[in-house]
């Protein structure tokens, strides 16, 4: 809009100018007649016309109107350019200013979007953190309760090999004190008496 | 058996371990040293003071060591159950006593050998009964080696013993009052 304007307060200066130019031309060439006599006397004619009507002071004031005229134009081109540029200025501000807003909340956008794709990532991979940590945890527990039940069935099988040692000692331990030889001659005696012919067949076939 | 030893009973029995017959050889050839001085010296035989051992072995054996060829016989005899007579080493859980070990002694003597020795070892891990050991193989005759035979039945009694424990609900505590009579 401000540059038809300018285009337009320019192309009335240039037609102006180019009239007044045209019209000088004329005025000047309008001398030349047809016959050498009457050309000249009409040339002084007009010469003296022309000196009469475009004398010094009408040409002061032509030019003195030509430059008040140029500069009221001119002013008033300036005002209009003036409220042009305030006018562009400002739709350049709210121009700017949208297209800014649009920038950022577009920004904003991408911004949260990330977050939020950040924000799923770290839930995701939280969660799949939790996963195997439980799985984990069970792989142990089960691995744990194996281990107790080899364990146990270890102790137990251990405790069966060895449970004459640990019911003697616990015999030893607790009537060891009170256990006569003298009582236990008749089983030592059936013992002999069932190993006698061993025994025998040792002391005489022996070394 | 040699000619020598054929003539004798035997050992009594408080005569029991290897020492004991190296101590009757010991005193036998003491009291065979003394009789021998005696005589040298032109005095009346008499026998020197005797152990206790060597008392129940005259008595035994029905000897009179005053005569020579006897005490010759007798040094023969122990001579030849120093060398021949079989040995038994017989450990125990405690200290027997002289009297079990008699008994002990007097079965061996009646139903392995006339001559049996016995050596007396103590080894306590064995509770109970007695180990015994020839010249080439070992008897185990211990309350363990008992309780190792019987170990399935044991098992089984104390698995059954822990079933039933595990089924019955455990009972609550109860207080018993004692009552004056």
């Known amino acids: ?207 | 058996m040699a000619p020598e030893v054929e003539r004798f009973v035997g050992l009594p029995l408080i005569v029991v371990t290897p020492v004991d017959v190296g101590r009757l050889v010991r005193e036998l050839e003491t009291i065979d040293n003394a009789l021998l001085q005696q005589e040298l010296q032109k005095q009346e035989a008499k026998l020197p003071k005797t152990t206790r051992f060597m008392d129940e072995l005259i008595d035994l054996n029905k000897l009179n060591l005053l005569d020579k060829a006897e005490r010759l016989r007798l040094k023969q005899f122990l001579a030849v159950v120093k060398q021949r007579a079989p040995l038994l080493h017989v450990s125990f859980g405690a200290d027997p006593s002289s009297i079990f070990v008699e008994k002990v002694v007097d079965w061996l003597r009646e139903n392995i050998h006339p001559l049996t020795l016995m050596t007396i070892g103590l080894q306590p891990t064995i509770g109970a009964g007695c180990l015994i050991r020839t010249t080439n193989k070992y008897f185990d005759f211990s309350l363990s080696k008992h309780l190792g035979e019987n170990r399935e039945l044991l098992m089984k009694a104390l698995r059954e013993s822990i079933a039933t424990t595990a089924t019955t609900p455990p009972q609550p505590a109860t207080q018993t009052a004692e009552v004056a009579a």
């Open chain 1, 1 to 207: 809009m401000t540059i038809w304007w300018l285009v337009v307060v320019l192309g009335f200066l240039g037609a102006a100018g180019i009239a007044f130019i045209w019209l000088a031309v004329r005025i000047g060439s309008a001398g030349v007649g047809s016959g050498k006599n009457r050309t000249d006397s009409l040339l002084e004619d007009s010469e003296r016309d022309v000196e009469h009507i475009f004398n010094d002071e009408f040409r002061e004031e032509l030019r003195n109107r030509g430059r008040l005229h140029f500069e009221k134009i001119i002013g008033e081109n300036a005002m209009f350019l003036q409220q042009d540029l305030r006018l562009t200025t400002s739709q350049l501000n709210e121009y700017m200013k949208t297209e800014i807003t649009h920038k950022l909340e577009a920004e904003f956008e991408k911004y949260e979007q990330s977050i939020m794709d950040a924000k799923q990532l770290a839930v995701e991979s939280i969660q799949k953190t939790n996963t195997a940590i439980d799985e984990q945890r069970q792989v142990m527990g089960r691995e744990l309760q194996q281990e107790i039940i080899a364990e146990k069935q270890q102790i137990v099988q251990r405790f069966e090999q060895n449970m004459t040692d640990i019911i003697n000692h616990y015999v030893l331990a607790a009537i060891g004190n009170q256990i006569d030889l003298n009582d236990q001659l008749e089983f030592i005696l059936a013992d002999l008496e069932m190993n006698r012919q061993a025994i025998i067949e040792d002391i005489t076939h022996g070394a």
